[in-house]
């Protein structure tokens, strides 16, 4: 079946530094991609997708790109900010939709 | 305009009782799903519903769990005869149609269910 695997938290960053969170798949066919955030007490927002390979995702500061040849999405931003402090969740999506997380990588941006 | 709504946001039950928990979708969003998330963990698919046809329930850990979207707009998840284990964050989102993977689903805030 499908899985995700991602970098284990907490990443402890300060501000302006450079963010990597490693995310790399299992799955069959050609899955959609994802990045989704969850801020203290708010609920999952997507933050960027990727639907084939070498595909960029990118949003609000934040890129990955599907690697098909690596089964990878790696997070990446270039100067993280105190507010960009939340979990972040790699996912995938293949057939209907049927959405599979990894376990969450927690940010923590200190200034 | 609204965005996926769930009620109630916090539920705390004795064990052994039942549960429903409402979900409310984006309007016209033809696909909706369920997930569980426990603490510290991402979410698990639990069931899918397209309109009103429930076209998966894999995910559902017992029987003691049901969903329903009789009239393809509104879910709701059922749990029976509560346990703690079924203490964790039910999740709902939607997404417009039913077009493959490219679909982006949204999710709605939760609800936090706590069994003691």
């Known amino acids: 079946g499908n899985s995700v695997t991602q970098m284990e938290g907490p990443v402890t960053l300060s501000e302006e530094a450079f963010l990597t969170i490693n995310c790399t798949y299992t799955a069959t066919g050609y899955p959609s991609l994802f990045w989704y955030v969850q801020y203290p007490g708010e609920g999952l927002q997507l933050l960027l997708k990727a639907t084939k390979a070498d595909d960029k995702g990118s949003n609000k500061g934040f890129e990955a790109t599907y690697r098909k040849e690596t089964t990878s999405f790696h997070l990446e931003k270039g100067s993280v900010q105190v507010s960009d402090s939340a979990v972040y969740f790699c996912?995938?999506?293949?057939?209907?939709?049927?959405?599979?997380f990894g376990t969450g990588t927690k940010l923590q941006v200190i200034p | 305009g609204a965005g996926v709504s769930q009620s109630p946001r916090y539920k705390v039950a004795k064990r052994g009782q039942d549960v429903a928990l409402r979900c409310d979708p984006i309007s016209g969003h033809v696909s909706l799903f369920w997930y569980q998330q426990a603490l510290g963990q991402g979410p698990e698919f639990l069931t899918y519903?397209?309109?009103?046809?429930?076209?998966?329930k894999s995910g559902l850990p017992s029987d003691r769990f049901f969903a329903e979207r009789p009239e393809g707009s509104v879910s709701t998840l059922k749990i029976q005869r509560t346990q703690q284990e079924d203490s964790a964050v039910y999740l709902c989102?939607?997404?417009?149609?039913?077009?493959?993977?490219?679909?982006?689903?949204?999710f709605g805030p939760g609800t936090r269910l706590l069994v003691l």
């Open positions: 996912a995938l999506s293949g057939g209907y939709q049927k959405v599979t």
């Open positions: 519903f397209q309109n009103e046809a429930q076209l998966d």
């Open positions: 989102a939607s997404s417009l149609e039913l077009a493959g993977s490219q679909e982006t689903q949204y």
